[in-house]
């Protein structure tokens, strides 16, 4: 006599088997779930619990149980977790806060090398001292579990975020003078003339450029080949180069020095260049920072050997940012500098006066615009 099989059948509206269709068909949600509608749309096609169980490859006890859920709760019910669900949590909401605590302390402090944190390091110090801080759960820490409770929280000592700790208690005071610098200049391009005899200069200087020779010869883009300069990736140094160089707000000219260093000594030769340079009736006004050489008794004493000559305004500190030579710079950096090759630090030389007179043969004058329509003119 054939097996009849006493368990209740499924009687479900056909928007329930076509919801189940659609979730056995799925690709985003749980794979537990999408096992679970399939297990009760072949249950409620007639398939047996052994037949189902061979063609997705589980076992009896698993589709009896999802096949009773939903006898019991409903399709719905059944392909949803029960409350309570999973293994219990074994680290405590205590033990997890001091795990935390440790990492925004520094590792120097508890007595290791590192400045900062990795989480192998604090997994081991808090397996070192869990016991004895009152959280045995801890004592098999792994990194992984580390890494989760650090990111619930978030908190990532491995990190660094740079900012700016110190700021100039008369930045907005500085920065205004010197945005009605730039109001001034742009207001004479507006008229075509300056409204007065005086020299805008945005000066700064560019430390620190390389004088890097190949080890062997740049190989030029072959078509078919290959489409980029070929070059070796190792080099030869030759020491640096400082360019001191100040553009002229008005006319675009670059006024610029290049030496091998940027004392005192290099900034009032800039200066004496720019008191040759411009009429000896004209105030000559520069936008610089606060380096020291700017500010140093030598220079003082050159000032003083030419009174009302020069006026400086000076930038605010950490807000080297409000010089327009450094968008200059910037332009430098990206066309001659990048890439570049020389075979002395005398070619290097050469190469950037060659670019100065280059670019004052087509000057481009550079504007300030953020923030100067909201101010006055003084």
Same mark, same amino acid.
């Given at each position: 006599?054939?097996?009849? /099989? ?46 189902? *169980?061979? +063609? ?21 019910? *059944?392909? $949803? ?13 205590? +033990? ?6 440790? %990492?925004?302390? @520094? ?6 090398? $590192? ?7 604090? %997994? ?8 004895? *801080? ?21 908190? $990532? ?26 109001? $001034?200049?742009?207001?004479?391009? @507006? ?10 200069? /945005? ?41 001191? +160089?100040? !553009? ?16 005192? *000594? ?13 009429? /000896?009736? +004209? ?41 327009? !030579? ?18 002395? @630090? ?33």
């Amino acid at each position: 006599m054939p097996f009849v /099989s006493r368990r209740s059948k499924l009687k479900l509206p056909q928007v329930e088997v076509t919801w189940l269709r659609q979730w056995s068909q799925s690709r985003s949600e749980a794979a537990g779930r999408v096992e679970r509608a399939e297990i009760l749309l072949r249950y409620y096609q007639g398939e047996t619990v052994s037949g189902i *169980a061979a +063609a997705l490859r589980t076992n009896r006890p698993r589709v009896e149980r999802c096949i009773a859920k939903a006898l019991e709760l409903g399709v719905r019910g *059944a392909l $949803q977790d029960l409350p309570g669900r999973g293994r219990r949590p074994v680290l405590s909401a205590e +033990a997890r806060a001091w795990v935390v605590a440790l %990492a925004r302390q @520094k590792p120097k402090h508890l007595g290791y090398a $590192q400045e900062l944190w990795t989480t192998r390091l604090l %997994a081991k110090h808090v397996r070192k001292h869990g016991v004895a *801080a009152g959280h045995p759960s801890l004592q098999h820490l792994a990194r992984g579990t580390v890494s989760k409770i650090l990111s619930a929280q978030p908190v $990532q000592p491995h990190k660094i975020e740079y900012s700016l700790g110190r700021r100039d208690a008369e930045f907005d005071t500085k920065m205004k003078q010197v945005l009605h610098v730039y109001r $001034q200049v742009e207001l004479w391009h @507006k008229a075509g003339v300056p409204a007065e005899l005086t020299a805008v200069l /945005s000066y700064d200087e560019k430390l620190g450029i390389q004088a890097l020779e190949n080890t062997a010869r740049d190989l030029p883009p072959v078509p078919g080949r290959h489409q980029r300069v070929g070059r070796d990736h190792e080099y030869v140094r030759h020491g640096t180069l400082s360019l001191l +160089a100040g !553009i002229d707000l008005w006319s675009a000219e670059v006024l610029g020095l290049v030496r091998d260093r940027h004392r005192s *000594a290099e900034f009032i030769e800039f200066l004496r260049l720019a008191d040759v340079h411009y009429p /000896s009736d +004209a105030r000559i006004r520069l936008v610089l920072d606060n380096h020291s050489a700017h500010v140093s008794r030598e220079t003082r004493i050159f000032l003083a050997t030419v009174p009302n000559r020069f006026e400086f305004i000076f930038t605010p500190t950490h807000g080297s940012w409000l010089n327009l !030579i450094e968008s200059f710079f910037g332009k430098m950096a990206r066309t001659l500098l990048r890439g570049i090759r020389v075979k002395s @630090k005398k070619e290097l030389k050469t190469r950037l006066e060659m670019y100065l007179c280059e670019v004052n043969e087509e000057p481009v004058v550079f504007r300030w615009k953020y923030k100067l329509e909201t101010l006055s003119v003084v």
